[in-house]
């Protein structure tokens, strides 16, 4: 079966996601899980497939803007799939499932560029991707929480019951599981980049420099907000603010500069 009909396949899937989620998400009984489920994780699966091909090939590992998007992207709807599994999160159903679909969508229609790597002849560079793509899936789902546990504190506070269902987290569940999250997502940041500066080469080099600032300014400010949750007590619109900003600047470091080079460079 090719590539883009693997695709379209996985398009669908995610689409049906989320669209058995919207229609149904405020209705006292909830959404069909059951067809949400289903189809989600179809999506991942054929998802997977598609990955398989087009980040392994016969020449080297295909680590293009849009493949690590993708690949990211896959990482995060597992996260959230599971973790819906066992505890409510409805709210994030939508969003994640319906920006999987998108990333499908851009899959199927945008160039492909190529970015060779040679992961089995750097096992330090390889330990370091796969410890930044874990913390910054975890990262981007504590985020996303951040945005549950602020529209749930907001509906409280309005009194507006009727938005609330039986199918979303409590405040302090959402919140204990939102800075888990940034815990967790923060200690392996720090050690993928202790990882880069012990065992990669040109971790200084003029082409690694943005990406390592950056990530480095994103550990700085997950960590500060790691502490002063556990020490101050930080929560609510502080917590929400520092966990965007160290988001933002994650996403500029892992895909900023390589937008620049290979999107908007390729186009001038």
């Known amino acids: 079966m090719s590539t883009a009909l693997l695709t379209a396949l996985a398009l669908i899937a995610y689409l ?5 989620v ?7 009984q909830g959404p069909h899980f059951k067809t949400t489920f289903t189809a989600a994780v179809v999506g991942l699966v054929i998802h997977m497939l598609v990955l398989a091909n087009i980040l392994f090939t016969a020449q080297g590992q295909n680590f293009s803007l849009l493949n690590v998007s993708s690949l990211v992207c896959w990482l995060i709807t597992v996260a959230v799939t599971l973790t819906a599994m066992r505890t409510p999160t409805i709210l994030l159903l939508p969003v994640v499932y319906g920006f999987a679909a998108l990333v499908q969508l851009a ?3 945008l160039p ?8 089995e002849q750097d096992v330090g560079l390889l330990v370091h991707i796969m410890l930044a793509f ?9 985020m996303l929480y951040s945005f549950q546990v602020s529209y749930i504190s907001n509906k409280l506070k309005q009194k507006n019951f009727a938005a609330m269902t039986r199918y979303m ?11 888990r999250l940034l815990m967790a997502g923060t200690a392996i940041l720090g050690l993928a980049l202790v990882v880069s500066a012990l065992f990669m080469d040109n971790w200084l080099a003029k082409e690694n420099l943005h990406k390592n600032v950056f990530s480095l300014l994103g550990f700085v400010v997950f960590a500060i907000l790691c502490w002063g949750h556990a020490r101050k007590g930080w929560r609510g619109k502080t917590a929400n603010i520092l966990t965007i900003t160290g988001a933002s600047l994650l996403t500029l470091g892992y895909f900023g500069s390589r937008f620049v080079r290979e999107v908007l460079l390729n186009t001038l």
Request: hydrophobic share 60%; glycine share 2%.
């Open 16 to 20: 049906v996601a989320t669209g058995s």
């Open 22 to 28: 919207l229609l149904r998400i405020f209705h006292p």
């Open 107 to 109: 899959v199927l229609t």
């Open 112 to 119: 492909h560029s190529v970015q060779l790597q040679h992961f």
């Open 134 to 142: 874990i913390a910054y899936a975890i990262l981007m789902m504590a």
């Open 169 to 179: 987290p409590p405040l302090v569940q959402a919140e204990v599981l939102q800075f």
